[in-house]
């Protein structure tokens, strides 16, 4: 349990559509960041948040972008979905103590 | 660009035996080094973490860093079928803004009954 929750579990979307991915991040933990796990890959970063605002981004065009709440929650947001956007999409807390990062259960997209 | 290397496997080992799963990386200026096991359909899950040479046991598993070879080893002693799992090697710039992880392609561990 890693106090760090997910929203939706699964979803289905067609090419063009926009997403909008939840997680909820463990108390304490005021940096959030978002992964990109295609099949039989490893975790690929997209960009982390720090008190409600962007400080790190991967190699992922503008049209993923996301949003930070006070109550540290969080959004992904994907416009104009394309088909290689199908993946397992992780949301990770980060301890201050130790920088480790504790990730949800994922949200797993299918663009069809 | 910086990059992690795992050998993808499947590498197999008898109940028992010692699991030995490694990992490279590119970036000297890399501070801090995790290992995740993923099972399958589900979300990484952390169970090592180093920071310093050298090795860190906890329980079954130890990891070992040579930040010298920029080389991160994962052993896992007495191997059990639950430990079948894909392992994923991962780094950390710990001196650049924010913790943004760079993950390798994960090795997939099976523990044969």
């Known amino acids: 349990e890693t106090g760090v929750t997910q929203s939706p579990t699964h979803l289905i979307k067609t090419r063009g559509q926009q997403v909008t991915l939840r997680c909820s991040s463990q108390?304490?933990?005021?940096?959030v960041s978002w992964y990109q796990q295609a099949l039989g890959q490893g975790p690929q970063f997209i960009f982390q948040?720090?008190?409600?605002?962007?400080?790190g981004r991967g190699n992922f065009p503008p049209r993923f972008s996301g949003l930070q709440f006070p109550n540290y929650s969080s959004e992904l947001n994907v416009n104009a979905l394309e088909l290689d956007d199908s993946a397992l999409y992780l949301c990770?807390?980060?301890?201050?103590?130790?920088?480790?990062?504790?990730f949800g259960e994922g949200s797993r997209l299918t663009v069809l | 660009q910086k990059e992690v290397e795992q050998n993808s496997g499947p590498l197999s080992v008898p109940e028992g035996a010692i699991a030995s799963l490694n990992c490279t990386y590119s970036?000297?200026?890399?501070?801090?080094f995790f290992w995740y096991r993923q099972y399958s359909g589900k979300s990484p899950e952390l169970i090592m973490s180093?920071?310093?040479?050298g090795d860190k046991e906890d329980g079954r598993f130890t990891a070992q860093l040579n930040k010298a070879s920029q080389y991160v080893s994962l052993l896992i002693r007495d191997s059990q079928p639950s430990d079948s799992a894909t392992y994923l090697c991962?780094?950390?710039?710990?001196?650049?803004?924010?913790?943004?992880?760079?993950f390798g392609g994960g090795t997939r561990l099976m523990v044969k009954p």
């Open positions: 990770a807390s980060t301890s201050r103590a130790t920088g480790e990062l504790f």
């Open positions: 108390s304490g933990h005021n940096t």
């Open positions: 948040y720090y008190r409600e605002e962007e400080n």
């Open positions: 970036d000297r200026v890399s501070q801090s």
């Open positions: 180093i920071y310093s040479n």
């Open positions: 991962a780094v950390n710039e710990r001196e650049t803004a924010g913790n943004m992880l760079t």
